[in-house]
């Protein structure tokens, strides 16, 4: 003897319920689909330039905070520093070596600030984002890898030559023979379409120029 099992009940009986569309786009919003937050330049972390100021201003400090704990220990001062207060003392703040003196203190006062002020990291290209938690970089120099190879499939070009920059890239080309205004207009619609796949955050223009080979003898 065998059973059947009863069928399911319908959840709908009636059939009031709406029914997705087929072909209808997902309503749920995704985090793939927003364009993402905000992108900005790399920041460096200059070890080398922090690490020589903090050596120097460390290494100045200690020595006058020793000096001063001998003047108050009934000790003579250093000689280098009784040199270099009488010196002050006797030239006049428009001599030369006040002067250069000066300018060199500020000149460093500006790169120090400069340093604070702007991300560095010149060399990284910075991608675009589609999740909060996840950044990106694109080293110039494989981007000019990349698009140089790209352009060396366009048929006609013998060499080429790809400068990548922040906001242009600069190519230049060299075409053996086909015309050079067709050369070009291939050249530009393969790189345009490489930058695009390239998935910077701000792609950069593009400026081509295509010549011919020199002239053996």
Do not use: C
């Amino acid at each position: 003897m065998t059973t059947t099992p009863a069928p399911a009940p319908d959840p709908d009986p009636d059939g009031t319920a709406p029914r997705p569309e087929e072909g209808a786009p997902d309503s749920v919003p995704v985090l793939a689909d927003d364009q993402g937050p905000p992108v900005r330049r790399f920041w460096a972390v200059r070890r080398i330039p922090a690490a020589v100021l903090a050596a120097v201003v460390l290494g100045g400090a200690g020595l006058l905070l020793y000096d001063v704990a001998a003047v108050r220990a009934d000790r003579s001062a250093m000689a280098w520093r009784r040199e270099f207060t009488d010196v002050l003392a006797s030239k006049p703040l428009d001599s030369a070596g006040v002067v250069i003196g000066a300018v060199l203190a500020v000149l460093l006062g500006v790169w120090l600030l400069i340093l604070a002020a702007t991300p560095g990291l010149r060399a990284v290209l910075p991608m675009s984002r589609r999740h909060a938690d996840v950044r990106a970089g694109l080293d110039r120099e494989a981007a000019a890898l990349v698009l140089r190879d790209r352009a060396m499939e366009v048929s006609g070009v013998q060499s080429v030559q790809v400068r990548v920059g922040r906001s242009k890239v600069g190519v230049r080309a060299v075409s053996h023979f086909r015309a050079l205004d067709e050369v070009r207009t291939d050249v530009e619609n393969v790189l345009a379409t490489g930058v695009d796949e390239l998935g910077l955050a701000h792609p950069p223009a593009l400026t081509v120029r295509v010549t011919r080979p020199p002239r053996k003898g």
